[in-house]
């Protein structure tokens, strides 16, 4: 299929719907590259774009931060990181955060270059002015310096992406609890972060995963890759009684580790109620500011003696060991049935408001 002119969807502003464009055919730069986009996907990162409750948002923009294509056009040899070439036809997702500087205190004195102020991200902090730099789009320009990474024999584009951006985001805050052998781990909220850090927390040792998440149709997801059990928090209303829901299943003492996946301001306090003396607390499902939320410094900090972790984006190194698990583990987890519906371009606006009513798992659009 050749695009003469290349359609994308484009977000105009927020809460302005989406409208198809066309775009002048991109030419990759020297080091870069450009893809016919296979898929991309639809996350709750999208709805937050689309409401403007993300700051520093450069109008107009194309979304879709995680996308397959295949390689069309490169400009100069295009190398994977371990120096082996991509070759035109090959089947490739990206880290989607470039440009991260490499000179800046975050990047070289504190190691925090998913702070680095230089770093941009497809679909999110590129701006359509400036080309196809997003995934709902026939096309995409990849940068000189994206790190691009093959998909591994076995894995298709649908198992790439029903894993999305959950996938190395769940990967990192399953990392980041630190979990060890046989812990009892609690997953706040079960979207495609939440379901991501169900299976990781099963593969890094936990001998039993704890959902709490809704709708119905997440829940049963939640228990097809290894929840041992999924409360509805439709059904238990009242934070005292998901506490005690919890509390009740750990002798009272609650989970080794609590990782909040929920984008719930609220559940924050409460999963610390969930968290055992001396446990661990990971925050990762708060990417848009949604509020405050209060705590307790005496109960649910110093006497708890817990160590509560912020979990901010993911590096390369997140996406690369997701995808080599991916690859091993996909007969076990199939991933690709999390993925409840595609959207052409045109239908973007359609795909928004139903991954805003949950009424997807996982949302796809294929340009
Ligand atoms: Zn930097
Ligand atoms: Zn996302």
């Known amino acids: 299929m050749t695009a003469a002119r290349p359609l994308a969807a484009v977000l105009p502003g927020p809460k302005h719907a989406p409208e198809v464009r066309a775009f002048e055919p991109p030419r990759p730069l020297p080091g870069g590259a450009v893809l016919e986009t296979v898929a991309s996907e639809v996350c709750g990162t999208d709805v937050h774009l689309f409401h403007g409750r993300l700051a520093g948002v450069p109008w107009p923009i194309i979304p879709g931060h995680v996308s397959v294509g295949r390689v069309l056009e490169t400009n100069g040899p295009l190398r994977d990181v371990e120096g082996d070439a991509i070759l035109p036809g090959r089947l490739v997702t990206f880290y989607d955060v ?66 999305g951006c959950g996938l190395p985001t769940g990967f990192h805050a399953v990392e980041r609890a630190g979990i060890v052998l046989g812990d009892t781990v609690v997953v706040q909220g079960t979207g495609p972060v939440g379901l991501n850090a169900i299976v990781f927390a099963s593969l890094a040792g936990a001998l039993r995963v704890l959902a709490v998440g809704a709708p119905a149709a997440r829940l049963e997801a ?32 609650g989970a080794d580790v609590v990782i909040e996946a929920s984008g719930n301001p609220a559940a924050v306090p409460e999963g610390l109620e969930m968290t055992r003396d001396a446990g661990r607390y990971v925050v990762v499902g708060q990417y848009a500011d949604a509020g405050d939320a209060t705590l307790n410094p005496h109960r649910h900090l110093n006497r708890r003696h817990v160590t509560l972790l912020g979990c901010w984006g993911y590096e390369y190194t997140h996406l690369h060991r997701a995808v080599l698990l991916m690859a091993r583990y996909n007969g076990r987890f199939r991933w690709r049935e999390l993925i409840t519906r595609e959207y052409s371009l045109a239908d973007a606006a359609v795909a928004l408001e139903d991954m805003e009513r949950l009424r997807v798992v996982k949302a796809l659009i294929r340009p």
């Open 222 to 253: 939640a228990r097809r890759l290894g929840a041992e059990d999924a409360m509805d928090v439709t059904v238990v209303t009242e934070p005292a009684a998901r506490v005690r829901w919890i509390l009740d299943r750990t002798r009272g003492r």
């Open 98 to 163: 470039f440009g991260a500087c490499g000179s800046c205190w975050h990047c070289l004195v504190g190691k925090a270059a998913t702070r680095c102020p230089q770093r941009r991200v497809y679909g999110i902090t590129t701006s359509a002015d400036d080309g196809l730099l997003g995934g709902w789009a026939e096309r995409i320009e990849l940068r000189p310096g994206v790190r691009v990474l093959p998909l591994p024999d076995g894995l298709d584009a649908e198992d790439f992406m029903g894993g």
